[in-house]
């Protein structure tokens, strides 16, 4: 707050307010080609002029669309879940390295995260498919009885999910790593304490924070997932997003891929909404 | 020291980080390879080496035309977004006005709305617009998703710009677009490259939006890639997946030498 009094101090109130012009065309912009589209969802979602909940009531009493909400939330919760506990260790072993070899040991988190989700999903099928080298390496050992399905079904999905989301959880958990004082690890050392107790004591707790941020971040981004469930998953496990693209392209009933759509607007707003609390810089996972 | 390094605790976590770095590194260790088969059927590891599936990729087929309207979206998308996303960031950062948090959380708010909510209000929208499958469209559109992300770079940039050389520019005479002309954007250009950077790969890898906006003739690369891979998992994938590693590669490689000098 004082600093924020400063800089009006500095400058004058009428110098600062007028630069706010040049915010003017980003928001138009956002206005017509962000908001506007959003806008048309609601209104067709209640089956335009009409004003129908029917749409609604669907998403509810409609076996398939039950299912379909249920599996979001099941394979989002679990590739979450996955996405922690692969992220944790990486983020707790670059946190540990000097500035240096951190900075070259990231590339090996920012070159997947950067990398389009197609390539990983076309390795992915590739890699567990049924003549891929997962079965190839399965059937030299172990002979031809050893060949798994690991392709289309709920396993491939959770396996992609979770790869593409692992990068953004390493960078909040090692946000919060790395906002730690080091002063404090070294007085408990000091006095005494040793590795496991420093870990679970003061380590782990204070970067909870930043574990959560990156659940957090891991469902909202999970729940709208559509191309690793459609490229990877099995054709009876579709999550919301596929069925939306079943609605737009198969049965053209717009009225329910919209009403689909805010529901799941809704509930993954929700959780940024949570996020927004627990770190308010963290919505944006690409910004260390 | 070393000592220390060996303890259990540290040699358990360094192992599982090792498997998790293993993990992400998987696609590509597992492409590059594949992508230098002589044949038309997939295999790992490739018999011999060859540039077979490169020049299917770069010669035949539609890949290229693909590839061509990809490149034109992405730079269309880099120009329009760094036009909105600079300018809104400078304004941001350098001035006071009624409501501005409420404003940033709304231009910010379109990178955590599922892509497929917003693929389907600009299937409508730009239906309606009589835009949709053209080149004007996916600009349109990828730039809407390119903008937060520029903003968030460009508002972290002009926290390293020295605000009390603007100021001292002012109080010298310099009007406020000579202070930006003069001042603002030379000491911003690295953090500006980084954002169109940015917005370039984001365009060039949207796939949701573009799967449901674009055209028989404005199929883009990651458009024809989906297709690809849920209709025929074709082995030329392996060349383009190759190649798109090599970009992003490349784009991360371009960013960290534009932080290290900032």
Not at chain 1, 157 to 175: C, D, K, Q, R
Not at chain 2, 171 to 188: E, F, H, S, W
Request: glycine share 6%.
């Amino acid at each position: 707050m004082a600093d924020h009094l400063r800089r009006r101090g500095a400058a004058g109130w009428g110098w600062r307010g007028s630069l706010a012009v040049f915010v003017i065309p980003a928001a138009l912009y956002m206005g017509a080609a962000f908001l506007l589209p959003l806008l048309m969802v609601a209104y067709t979602s209640v089956g335009g002029s009409s004003f129908t909940s029917a749409h609604y009531a669907e998403l509810v009493s409609r076996p398939l669309y039950v299912t379909v909400l249920w599996n979001t939330l099941q394979i989002s919760a679990f590739s979450t879940l996955a996405t922690v506990l692969v992220a944790y260790p990486i983020a707790y072993h670059l946190a540990r390295q000097p500035p240096r070899r951190r900075a070259l040991l990231l590339i090996l988190v920012l070159l997947p995260f950067w990398t389009s989700i197609l390539v990983k999903s076309f390795a992915f099928t590739v890699l567990l498919g049924q003549d891929g080298a997962i079965n190839m390496i399965l059937t030299a050992v172990f002979g031809e009885g050893a060949r798994v399905k690991l392709l289309f079904n709920r396993p491939a999905v959770l396996i992609g999910m979770t790869h593409y989301l692992v990068p953004f959880a390493v960078f909040s958990i090692l946000a919060s790593l790395l906002a730690q004082n080091p002063e404090l690890r070294r007085a408990a050392e000091i006095m005494g304490a040793g590795r496991w107790r420093i870990f679970f004591t003061l380590t782990l707790p204070l970067s909870l924070p930043g574990v959560l941020a990156g659940a957090l971040l891991s469902m909202i981004l999970s729940m709208g997932m559509f191309v690793t469930p459609a490229l990877l998953g099995g054709r009876g496990d579709l999550m919301v997003s596929n069925l939306v693209d079943f609605h737009v392209r198969e049965t053209l009933d717009w009225n329910a891929a919209s009403a689909l759509a805010i529901c799941l607007i809704v509930v993954t707003g929700l959780f940024a909404a949570l996020l927004s609390r627990v770190r308010p810089g963290q919505l944006l996972g690409r910004e260390i | 020291m070393a000592r220390r390094r060996s303890s259990p605790l540290s040699l358990a976590a360094a192992g599982a980080a090792w498997l998790g770095y293993a993990f992400l590194a998987l696609p590509s260790l597992i492409i590059i390879p594949m992508s230098f088969s002589n044949s038309d059927e997939l295999s790992f590891p490739p018999h011999s080496i060859s540039l077979y599936l490169y020049d299917k990729y770069f010669f035949e087929s539609n890949w290229m035309a693909a590839t061509l309207e990809s490149l034109e979206v992405a730079t269309g998308t880099a120009i329009l977004s760094l036009l909105l996303g600079v300018g809104a960031a400078y304004g941001l950062s350098r001035a006071e006005f009624p409501a501005k948090r409420l404003i940033t959380m709304f231009l910010l708010s379109p990178a955590f709305v599922p892509a497929i909510v917003l693929a389907l209000g600009l299937y409508l929208y730009l239906g309606v617009a009589h835009l949709s499958g053209t080149t004007t469209g996916l600009i349109i559109s990828h730039t809407l998703v390119a903008v937060p992300f520029v903003i968030v770079t460009a508002m972290a940039g002009l926290r390293h710009v020295d605000r009390h050389l603007e100021i001292a520019a002012n109080v010298m005479g310099a009007g406020r677009l000579l202070v930006l002309r003069r001042i603002t954007l030379p000491l911003l250009r690295p953090t500006i490259l980084a954002a169109a950077l940015f917005a370039f790969l984001i365009s060039f890898d949207e796939v949701v939006i573009s799967y449901f906006i674009a055209g028989v003739r404005t199929q883009t690369l990651p458009v024809k890639m989906y297709s690809a891979i849920h209709w025929e998992i074709s082995p030329v994938l392996a060349a383009v997946s190759t190649l798109l590693t090599l970009l992003s590669l490349g784009i991360c490689f371009v960013v960290a030498l534009v932080r290290k000098d900032r």
